[in-house]
Structure formats: structure tokens, C-alpha cells
């Protein structure tokens, strides 16, 4: 049951996804490209490109977006598909939901104990591990095709990918502007 | 006005206008909440942010929650995280359906090749950005190392390093930095 697995996949995602929309990015693409090939990379890739040019939280986009993917891909209608992005938007909102609530009734004297802040020093170099093993995992064939396949697309991807982190690291330009100039690019050499 | 329509009116305001993620819903939450609606004061969203940051979760509904509860408890929570979710959830709903039909299409095909390495880019620029906020020094630098090629060379879950990374912080704070200071 397709449902199912994807309400209990975006749970696990909403409980243990640290570090804001970036952190859980890394859990979103082992669970829905590795573990339960719901997605190809490329498809999980343009999912995390929309959702960072359209308004809200990350997070929230790139779940109902999966959540629809998913369940088209499996072969259902748009009627279903939008139920499994609902299924996945709410599965990954109840986590935060119910623990929040939890913490502003009884736990909030608790957040600044020794115990507590000790397992976020522990926490905090674990998400960058996350995040650069989310970027590892995106440089792949499907994203950036190989030397030996197609070789102008290979070069020119690797200098976009270069472009824009020099362009959105040092030059400061706005992400969402970086990734227009990436696809207009795209359609000129890439064509 | 009903408090439970108007909290979900102004998530859901909240919801719409920020592009960028979680953290970019900041100034936008603190104008509406702490300036306009007074709903909180500014201390206390001060530690709201703080709490939200370090719990898991997406930042922005985590905001919303702890906002919506102490306005109504747990139904003004319920509101005001439908409000968060709900304009996300639309639109990317219609660019779904739009976007399945178009994706075969040559033109949008070449338009993302271009974007896909830069988005690789939009993510490991964060993630160097992250390593110094964590204060990442020639002692710990191993830590993000070992993580990251836990999962992408031996296929490790991230929630296992999670759950390891908690533990083994909690074992540090509790039995080895004390002797050490």
C-alpha cells in the first residue's frame, strides 16, 4: 500500500529532519530516490529546484510535490496523485504539530538543560555531514550526464555548477535569480 | 473577528509572501505577530525562534504551532499551521499538474539540464555556510566527514546518523566534557 508507506516515510522525515529545509532535504532524497525509488534523481532534483522558486517553507514544497511524483509515477490518475501529496504534506506537518504542542505545555523549561544542549552539539556537525552527502548524492550521471556520454553537457554543467555556487556564495545573488540564469542557459547550450 | 480565522488568515498571509524557505519567513512572522497582531512580545519570540530552530521539523510550521497554541491551544494550533501549509500545498499542487504535462516538452528539458547543476550548487553552498555556524574545527571536522560518507558511499540512512549523532552527543555532555573542565 503505496499510501501508507508514504505516510509513514514523510512521518519519519518530519520527526528526525534537523536543520530546517536544507537538513531535511537529505532525508526527503534517501528516502524517496534510494530507499523506496519512488523518483529518479533528475525527477528529485527539478522537485527541489520548484520548490525553492515558489513561496512557503521548503520543506513543505518539496514534500507535496514528492508526495504527488510518487504516486503518479506508480501509475494512479491526477485524483490520487493529489491525495498523496496531501497524504505526505500532513504526515510530515504532524511530527512538528504534536511536538511543539508537547514542548510549550511541559517541556519548555527543560530546552536549555545541560542535557538537552548536549545532544544538539552532537546534532549540529551530524546535518552538515547530511547536507554534503545530499550534494554528493546529486552529482550524479542523471544530473550532470559523463566526460565519455555526452561531453559538452558534462562541461557545461560543471560550470554552472561552479557559476552559481561563486554566484550565490560570494556575489551574494539572489538563489532564485541564479537558478532563472541556469535554465536560461540551459535552453541556449543545452538545447 | 474570530481569533481562529484570523490567526489562519495571517499564517496563511505569511505562507504566501515569503519566497526562500523557512528562514526568510522571519521578519515577515515578527512584523505580523509581534508588531501588528501583538500576539507575542519580542523576548518571547526571541525563544520561540530559538526553540524552533533546534527542534525538528520545517522551521516555519514549527513557528506557527508554538504561536497557535498560546493563542488557543491545541485548535489555534491546528489553524495556524493549516494557514502555513495550505498556500505551499496549492500552488505546488497546480504546478504539478501543470508541470507533468510539460515535462516532455524539448524546451523545458533543455531549461532543466541547466538548472540541475545549479540547484547541486544551491545546496552545497548551505552546507559550508552550516559548518561554520556549527564552529567546525580541525577536532571536529571529522564528525560531518564520516556522516556524509556514511550515507553517500555505504547508503547509512540519515535518521540512524541522527539518532547516533544525539546519542553520542549526549554521552559527550554528560561523561567526557565534564572531567575535561
Request: charged share 10%; glycine share 8%.
Amino acid at each position: 500500500m503505496i499510501f501508507l508507506s508514504l505516510f509513514i516515510t514523510f512521518f519519519e522525515i518530519g520527526l528526525f529532519g534537523f536543520g530546517g529545509g536544507y537538513g531535511m532535504l537529505s532525508l526527503i532524497q534517501h528516502e524517496t530516490v534510494e530507499a523506496n525509488h519512488w523518483l529518479s534523481t533528475s525527477e528529485f532534483t527539478d522537485i527541489v529546484a520548484i520548490s525553492q522558486m515558489t513561496p512557503g517553507p521548503i520543506g513543505i514544497n518539496s514534500a507535496t510535490y514528492c508526495g504527488y511524483t510518487a504516486i503518479h509515477n506508480a501509475g494512479y490518475g491526477h485524483l490520487m496523485a493529489v491525495l498523496g501529496s496531501a497524504t505526505a504534506t500532513f504526515a510530515l506537518v504532524l511530527p512538528s504539530l504534536v511536538l511543539m504542542i508537547l514542548i510549550s505545555r511541559m517541556f519548555m523549561k527543560y530546552m536549555n538543560t545541560p542535557l538537552v544542549q548536549s545532544i544538539f552539539t552532537g546534532l549540529r556537525p551530524a546535518v552538515v555531514g547530511l547536507l554534503a552527502a545530499a550534494t554528493l548524492l546529486l552529482c550524479n550521471k542523471e544530473n550532470f550526464s559523463t566526460p565519455f556520454e555526452n561531453p559538452w553537457q558534462f562541461f557545461i554543467s560543471c560550470a554552472l555548477l561552479i557559476a552559481t555556487a561563486f554566484g550565490t556564495g560570494y556575489l551574494k545573488i539572489n538563489p532564485i535569480r541564479m537558478i532563472c540564469y541556469a535554465g536560461f542557459a540551459g535552453l541556449l547550450l543545452l538545447y | 473577528m474570530n481569533i481562529y480565522w484570523e490567526s489562519f488568515k495571517t499564517f496563511f498571509k505569511i505562507g504566501i509572501f515569503t519566497l526562500g524557505g523557512g528562514y526568510a519567513m522571519i521578519p515577515l512572522i515578527e512584523e505580523e505577530v509581534v508588531g501588528k497582531k501583538q500576539w507575542v512580545s519580542k523576548d518571547e519570540m526571541l525563544d520561540l525562534i530559538a526553540i524552533a530552530q533546534s527542534c525538528p521539523g520545517v522551521f516555519a510550521i514549527n513557528i506557527a504551532t508554538f504561536i497557535g497554541y498560546k493563542l488557543r491551544k491545541t485548535r489555534g494550533a491546528v489553524c495556524t499551521t493549516l494557514g502555513t501549509a495550505l498556500p505551499s500545498f496549492l500552488i505546488i499542487l497546480a504546478i504539478a499538474i501543470f508541470f507533468s504535462q510539460f515535462k516532455d516538452n524539448p524546451y523545458v528539458a533543455a531549461i532543466f539540464r541547466g538548472i540541475r547543476p545549479a540547484v547541486v550548487a544551491l545546496i552545497a553552498v548551505p552546507t559550508f555556510r552550516l559548518g561554520q555556524r556549527a564552529k567546525l574545527n580541525w577536532y571536529t571536522i571529522w564528525i560531518p566527514v564520516v556522516c556524509a560518507l556514511a550515507i553517500w558511499a555505504l547508503g547509512v540512512s540519515p535518521i540512524y546518523i541522527i539518532l547516533i549523532a544525539g546519542i553520542a552527543g549526549y554521552l559527550y555532555g554528560m561523561y567526557i566534557k565534564p572531567t575535561n573542565s
